[in-house]
Structure formats: structure tokens, C-alpha cells
């Protein structure tokens, strides 16, 4: 695959993930009953009363071997729902979120794209000791967590409790990086010490692992620093990451080009092992993730058995898949069951419903959305965008917030108003209104 190809790839799914930033949570007080609106969540109660009794679940460990559907209209909060779930399961739970129709666009095998996604679900929290510079005013620290055959991998945090110096330090940082040919952006963070982490010039706002011998950095020079003790470092990464890593010599680089072509068979059974004897050790914790695979009518026979397969493994995420069919053909066979799932998998699966959003649920869902994207919006839009909502769907009302901002910032506005609105109403066109007018256009062609 070309890295073009794959870095589309990537953004689509960071688009997808984007569009539920809002979420936090499943919204749940003590007592596991849904507060009204809470955690970015709004309304679909009894959906999210079930997801937090699954997540308690799987909290005491009592799911091993089962998965979850979710099932229900398009934009009813699928995806938001296990999003939200993933959150409640702790903070660095990985979230991986496939289509079933993009498994069959990659360019390898679809079992090798379901074991990497399965595998991307999965993280290993590795402690480790490293050497810790800290001083006065600043701390440099360098993080290298055990090699796994001749693959280094470093971490580097500048931390600092004074501004004015961390744009210098980090400046200078930066520089000596890019003499070392490590590229700017994805490299350094810099952190206010005990406070947010903030940005630097170029530099995003996280700190990155990658391939680098940390002997070769001589930027250590921090004003009133001094070298201290050893600390426990942290470290998170998924099995798969791991799998690249060690599949290529240079493959922190294929991992950020998200290039990892095919997983030879022995790596992973090699990681596998080593994941398990760290665990054994008590150096790494397993964190089983959640992998969501939306359109699961997509997914075929021989997938679905791999899945049924995947979910008995020592090694396995929490499994939550998405469907909006009812009874279908499930694909590779001639026979039909309800969301074209076969009945052995489907008897594994606790299904969830939500049901579609009334206009007050859906008023406030966009509320939140335009919070989010720091769009101020007047009441009178906001209600032409609910209506839109309803007739149409949400996530197309969500897309018609940041593209109404924009308008109203071009006319020099400061809120959104129902002009702004009905502007993009018109030039951007609904799922309904663009087949409507392709079937149009068809007629003119059909004698
Ligand atoms: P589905 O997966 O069912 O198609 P999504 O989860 O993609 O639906 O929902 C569409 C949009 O609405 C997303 O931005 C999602 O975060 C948001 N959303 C859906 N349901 C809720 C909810 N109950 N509370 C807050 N936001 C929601």
C-alpha cells in the first residue's frame, strides 16, 4: 500500500474518532442509573444503563469468551456508546473502530486486517526504571524501556515549572533533534510541571515513543539540573505495535506511516510470549481494549468464525460490534439471521438497543457539538439545526455546524445565526436530497 493511501486512511480515522470527542463517559451515578445529560452523553437511558452494567461486567472479569452488539438505526449513538465505554473502562484502554466494509477495501487478507485490528485493541502497560534528570527549574527526562531485540525505543519529556525558560530549552531541544535527523512535530512535549500539557512551536502536544539510542543526545544541558535517583516509568503500546516494531528494522517508522504490510506468524507468537513472561514478572499489566466493528452485516462467514474464534483467546479485546439490519443474508452463505450474524456468535453476544433521538435529545446532542467545536450558535439556528436533524440525520446536522461557522465568520459574525444555517443547507446536500437528485438526473438520461 503507498503511504498516501495509508496516511487517507489514518485521517478518515481520526475524523471518526473526532466526531465523538465529546464523550467522556457513560454518564452513570453510583448506582449505575444515567443522569439525564452527563459525561457528554444525552438521553438513550436504557441503552446506557445496560452498557454500564457490561462494563461492570467486565470490570469483575465475568465476560471472558462473549461479545456485545449494539444494535439500532444509523445515528442513534452506536459508536458514541462504545466509545463511552471504553472511557468508563479506565483512561488508557485502547479503542480501535473498524468498519466491516473497510476489511475488504485493505490490501491484505481479511483475517490478517481482523488480527491486526484485534491486536491494535490490546495494550501493554510496561513499568520500567529509567534515569531520571531533574533540577530545580526544569527536568529533561529521558525514557528508555527495555529493548526487545536490538529495537531501542525512547521516550523524551521536557518538563518545566517556568514558561519563560521551556521555550528556550525546548528550542534548543528541537534543534539538536533535527541535527539527529529526527523530524520536529511528533518528538517532545513539554509539560508545565503538575499542570496541562502545553504546546511547543512545532511540537504536538504528547510525547512520542520512537527509535532513537539516547547515547547519541548530548542536549542534556538544563540550567539548574541535576542527574537523580531512578524512577518508575510507564510506558503504554499495543501488541500490534509491538509486532511492527519487530517485524522491520526500521519499524517505529512504518508503524507512524502506518505501513505495517503483513505480521509474519512467528513475531506474534514471539511477542505473545514475551507479553505473558512480562506479565509473569509483574513488568507489564495486559489491558484488554475495545475493538468496535461497525456494519457487521459487511463481515463474512469466515470472518465471523475467526472472530468466534478470536474471542476464546488468552489474548483478547472486548469485543463490540454495530449493526443497524434487521434479518438479513449473512454473506458467504445462502441463509439469513437477524443482523446477517450467525446464530453461534449471536448466541456468545449480549445485545443493546438504542432507539432513534426525539427533537429535545437531539437539540442538546448538538449543543454539546457546538461547545465542542467552539462554535457560539443563537437559539433560533440551533432549532433550524435540531429540525434538520430530525428530518434528515444527526450526524449530518453535526457536519453543518463547523461549515455554518464558517459562513458566519466570512460575513464577520461572532454567532451563528439561521442564515448561516440555511446557507449551508442549501449548498451542502443530505444522503436523501443527494440520491433524490441522482435518481433524478437518471431520468433524463432513461428513455
Ligand atoms: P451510530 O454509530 O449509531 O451511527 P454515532 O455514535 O456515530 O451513531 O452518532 C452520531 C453522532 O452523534 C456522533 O457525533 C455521536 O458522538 C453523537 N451522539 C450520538 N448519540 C449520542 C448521545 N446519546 N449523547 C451524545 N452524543 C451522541
Not at 503507498?2 to 454518564?27: C, P, W, Y
Not at 544541558?221 to 501488541?239: A, D, F, N, R, Y
Not at 432507539?355 to 437539540?363: F, G, Q, R, S, V
Not at 443530505?430 to 433524478?440: G, T
Request: proline residues 2%.
Amino acid at each position: 500500500m503507498s503511504n498516501f493511501l495509508s496516511e487517507v486512511k489514518d485521517i478518515t480515522r481520526i475524523e471518526r474518532t473526532a466526531m465523538h470527542s465529546h464523550i467522556q463517559g457513560l454518564g452513570l451515578d453510583d448506582f449505575l442509573e444515567p443522569r439525564n445529560v452527563s459525561q457528554g452523553m444525552v438521553g438513550q437511558k436504557s441503552a446506557r444503563k445496560a452498557a454500564g452494567l457490561i462494563v461492570r461486567l467486565i470490570k469483575q472479569g465475568k465476560i471472558a469468551g462473549r461479545g456485545i452488539l449494539i444494535a439500532g438505526q444509523p445515528g442513534t449513538g452506536k459508536t458514541a456508546l462504545a466509545m463511552a465505554m471504553s472511557h468508563e473502562l479506565g483512561e488508557q484502554t485502547p479503542f480501535t473502530s473498524i468498519s466491516g466494509s473497510e476489511l475488504f477495501s485493505l490490501e491484505m487478507s481479511k483475517t490478517e486486517a481482523m488480527t491486526q485490528a484485534i491486536r491494535k485493541s490490546i495494550g501493554v502497560r510496561v513499568k520500567e526504571m529509567a534515569e531520571v534528570l531533574e533540577g530545580e527549574v526544569v527536568e529533561i527526562r529521558i525514557e528508555r524501556p527495555e529493548s526487545l531485540e536490538g529495537v531501542r525505543k525512547g521516550k523524551i519529556t521536557l518538563k518545566t515549572t517556568d514558561m519563560d525558560s521551556m521555550y528556550e530549552i525546548g528550542n534548543k531541544m528541537m534543534d539538536q533533534l533535527s541535527e539527529l535527523g529526527i523530524s520536529s512535530g511528533d518528538v517532545i512535549s513539554i509539560q508545565k510541571a503538575g499542570g496541562k500539557v502545553t504546546k511547543l512551536g512545532r511540537s504536538y502536544s504528547r510525547s512520542k515513543d520512537y527509535d532513537i539510542n539516547t547515547s547519541n543526545i548530548n542536549f542534556v544541558e538544563c540550567p539548574s539540573g541535576e542527574l537523580q535517583k531512578t524512577k518508575e516509568v510507564v510506558h503504554m503500546i499495543s501488541i500490534h505495535d509491538m509486532d511492527v516494531i519487530n517485524s522491520y528494522s526500521r519499524g517505529f517508522e512504518k508503524l507512524f506511516l502506518g505501513n505495517t504490510g503483513e505480521i509474519k506468524q512467528e513475531i506474534r507468537e514471539k511477542i505473545n510470549e514475551q507479553v505473558l513472561l512480562w506479565r509473569e514478572e509483574g513488568k507489564a499489566d495486559i489491558i484488554p481494549g475495545v475493538l468496535f466493528i461497525d456494519e457487521t452485516h459487511m463481515l463474512d462467514i469466515e470472518t465471523f468464525s475467526y472472530l468466534n474464534r478470536a474471542l476464546e483467546d488468552d489474548l483478547s479485546p472486548i469485543l463490540i460490534m454495530a449493526s443497524n439490519r434487521g434479518i438479513t443474508r449473512i454473506r458467504g452463505t445462502n441463509y439469513k439471521s437477524p443482523h446477517g450474524i450467525p446464530i453461534d456468535l449471536l448466541d456468545r453476544l449480549l445485545i443493546i438497543a438504542t432507539k432513534p433521538y426525539e427533537y429535545e435529545d437531539i437539540k442538546h446532542i448538538l449543543k454539546i457539538r457546538a461547545e465542542e467545536e467552539d462554535v457560539e450558535i443563537d437559539e433560533e439556528a440551533l432549532e433550524m439545526l435540531t429540525n434538520i436533524g430530525v428530518e434528515t440525520s444527526l450526524r449530518y446536522a453535526i457536519q453543518l455546524i463547523i461549515t455554518s461557522d464558517l459562513v458566519s465568520k466570512k460575513r464577520k459574525g461572532t454567532k451563528v445565526k439561521l442564515n448561516d444555517v440555511r446557507r449551508v443547507y442549501t449548498l451542502f446536500v443530505d444522503v436523501k436530497r443527494s440520491s433524490q437528485f441522482l435518481k433524478e438526473y437518471q431520468k433524463q438520461f432513461m428513455f
